[in-house]
C-alpha cells in the first residue's frame, strides 16, 4: 500500500525540516503538511498545505479521509516553558490531539502513527547520568506530565487496539532552519544567533547546567528510521530513549569560541533552571540503538560547525 503522510504542526521547529524531508521521500503528491495557521513559506508554498487545528477530530478526519493518509506525524505541542504559562491548555492540546490520532487508528482510518515524546518525562528523583530506559519517572512539568501519560496511552492502544504508533523521546532540538519555540533547552540554538549577531549571549542557564541534545538531522533521520523500521522490531511502544550529545551553557560557549574569540557569555538564570534541574544529563539509548540501529552522527563540535556556517 502506497505511503501518504499527514504532518500536523508543520511549521514548527521539528515540523518544518520533517517535511521537506518527507517530501524527498515520498513525493509532493504524497505528503499533507498542516498546522494551525500559515507559518512557514517553504512548508506552505512548496507542497501541500493544509489549516487545521489539532483539537479537531472531524477536521483531522476529513483531511485523511481526502488524501487517504496511512500515517499521521503528529508535531503540534505545547513546549516546556510555555506549558508552565498555560497550564490547561498545553493538557488540552498535548493530550487530545494525541486522543484524536490514535483513535483514528483504532477506527482503521490510519496505519500508523509518529508521536513525539521528550525527556521532560523524567523527573528529580531520575537517575540524572546515562538515564537507563526504564527508571523512576515522576515529571514536574505540565509538559512532561502531558508527555508521561502519553507514553502510557500509546502503549495501551498498541497493546488493546495493536495501534501501530511509534516514538521517540527527543532530546533538546539544536536547528537553523526554524527557531524552537517556548522550551528549556532552547537556549543551545539562540546562543548561535546571538554569538553572531552580538558576539555575546546571556543564558538563562547557569554555565554548568548539562542537558541531553541532539542536531536537528539526527532528530529527523532518527524519525524516519523508527517510522520505516519493521513492525515488529519496534519493541517499546511508550517511546524511546533517544541520545546524540550531552553538553553545558559553559561547553557550548567554549565550542563557540573556537570560531568567534570574542565571543562572551553571562548567566542570568530564570525559572527554567528548576524544569532543566528535574532532567537528565545524558540518556542511555541503548534500546534504540539495539531494536532498530539507531546511531547519531553530530556531536558538539560538528554540530557548531554547521550551525554557525548556516545562519551567517
Ligand atoms: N526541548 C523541549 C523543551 O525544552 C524538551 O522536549 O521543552
Redesign the pocket.
Known amino acids: 500500500m502506497k505511503t501518504k503522510v499527514l504532518i500536523i504542526g508543520a511549521c514548527g521547529q521539528i515540523g518544518t525540516e520533517l517535511t521537506h524531508k518527507l517530501r524527498d521521500i515520498y513525493g509532493i503528491d504524497n505528503v499533507v503538511a498542516s498546522d494551525i495557521r500559515k507559518l512557514n513559506n517553504d512548508v506552505v508554498n512548496n507542497g501541500i498545505f493544509e489549516v487545521i487545528n489539532a483539537l479537531d477530530y472531524n477536521q483531522i478526519e476529513h483531511l485523511i479521509e481526502q488524501y487517504q493518509i496511512t500515517d499521521v506525524y503528529l508535531m503540534a505541542a505545547l ?3 510555555t506549558a508552565e504559562k498555560n497550564p490547561a491548555f498545553a493538557w488540552d492540546l498535548n493530550m487530545n490531539s494525541l486522543f484524536h490520532v490514535l483513535n483514528l487508528a483504532k477506527a482503521g482510518k490510519i496505519k500508523k502513527i509518529f508521536w513525539p515524546s ?3 518525562v523524567f523527573g528529580p528523583t531520575t537517575p540524572r547520568i546515562n538515564t537507563p530506559q526504564y527508571t523512576i519517572m515522576e515529571p514536574t512539568t505540565v ?1 512532561g506530565i502531558s508527555k508521561q501519560t502519553g507514553e502510557r496511552w500509546c502503549e495501551y492502544y498498541n497493546k488493546q487496539y495493536g495501534v501501530d504508533v511509534r516514538s521517540i523521546r ?4 539544536i536547528s537553523w532552519t526554524t527557531e ?1 519555540g ?5 537556549y543551545a540554538v539562540d546562543i548561535y544567533h546571538k554569538a553572531l549577531s552580538d558576539g555575546a549571549f546571556e543564558c538563562f542557564l547557569s554555565e554548568d547546567t548539562a542537558l541531553p541534545m541532539m542536531y536537528m538531522d539526527d532528530a529527523i533521520r532518527a524519525t524516519i528510521e523508527i517510522m520505516q523500521a519493521d513492525e515488529d522490531k519496534i519493541k517499546i511502544r511508550s517511546s524511546y530513549n533517544l541520545s546524540g550529545v550531552s553538553f553545558t551553557p559553559k561547553e557550548i560557549a567554549t565550542e563557540i569560541k573556537k570560531h568567534i574569540p570574542d565571543f562572551t557569555i553571562t548567566y542570568k538564570p530564570d525559572f527554567r533552571q528548576k524544569i532543566a534541574d528535574s532532567w537528565p544529563a545524558s540518556i542511555d539509548d541503548s534500546n534504540a540503538r539495539e531494536d532498530w540501529q539507531w546511531k547519531h552522527q553530530f556531536d558538539l563540535a560538528s554540530m557548531t560547525i554547521e550551525m554557525l556556517e548556516n545562519l551567517k
Open positions: 513546549l516546556s516553558a521528550s525527556i521532560a509538559y527527543y532530546p533538546g532540538l524552537p517556548g522550551g528549556t533547552t532552547d
